[in-house]
């Protein structure tokens, strides 16, 4: 039985001279990977432009098919996210987004406020005219908490280390592997109590971000077991140095 869904791109990879095979996070199923026939000459261009990160869709499949790569009978747009694709610092933003999202999550079932989470968290990448310098940094915070493991703010103090591995603040800790520094364990509590619009209302250099943002998938890979390593974060340093 044919379903059709929301669904946001992931990641594609060439399969073949016309197909591609790309993952994407379903509203109905969750993590699915797909197998998409692109074709040749300006198809394959139109269509290509349906494959990049973070790509909102509607997608029609059978989820009954058997194997695991589902063939869609429609893939199509379902929201215009044009500053994401002409903008490089939204590229960028988008493609380290997709690949934590790509190696946080691998459930293949449904998830509707993991899913409304990213949506919007995209439409707000799309629509937002503020800096957008920190905007990565919130956005791993608010995963965090749609995977389990948001950090308890109400355990801060001023000075106050941040224990990566209980998720909470430890006054009196040794600065260790372990733990964030006074100053990131400080950054990282305002990033937790400002709404995701007002994060550019936080003042950090580009070193700042960058220790922060290295402590933060730390702590993704403490608390997920078995997640692989991330790369794109290396060209989003540069772009946002």
Not at 178 to 188: A, F, I, K, Q, V
Request: glycine content about 6%; charged content about 20%; overall charge neutral.
């Amino acid at each position: 039985m044919l379903v059709s869904t929301k669904a946001i791109l992931l990641h594609s990879l060439r399969y073949s001279d016309n197909s591609v095979i790309a993952k994407a996070y379903t509203e109905s199923h969750g993590m699915l990977p797909f197998m998409v026939h692109v074709g040749k000459g300006k198809r394959s261009a139109s269509k290509a432009v349906l494959l990049q990160p973070l790509t909102l869709l509607e997608i029609g499949f059978n989820p009954e098919t058997k194997g695991g790569i589902k063939r869609p009978s429609s893939w199509e747009r379902a929201e215009m996210t044009t500053s994401i694709c002409i903008d490089t610092i939204k590229t960028t933003l988008a493609l380290f987004m997709a690949e934590m999202v790509l190696k946080s999550i691998q459930e293949e079932e449904r998830n509707a406020s993991l899913f409304n989470f990213l949506w919007r968290a995209v439409l707000s990448l799309n629509l937002d005219n503020q800096t957008l310098y920190n905007f990565h940094l919130k956005f791993l915070v608010e995963l965090s908490g749609h995977l389990g493991f948001y950090p308890d703010g109400a355990t801060y103090t001023p000075n106050a280390l941040f224990n990566l591995i209980e998720g909470r603040y430890v006054l009196g800790a040794k600065l260790d592997q372990h733990h964030m520094d006074s100053e990131t364990s400080g950054l990282l509590n305002d990033l937790v109590r400002v709404s995701f619009s007002d994060h550019h209302s936080i003042v950090m250099t580009t070193q700042d971000r960058r220790t922060l943002l290295s402590s933060l998938i730390d702590y993704y890979r403490l608390h997920l077991d078995g997640m692989k390593e991330i790369k794109s974060h290396q060209v989003l340093q540069e772009v946002l140095a």
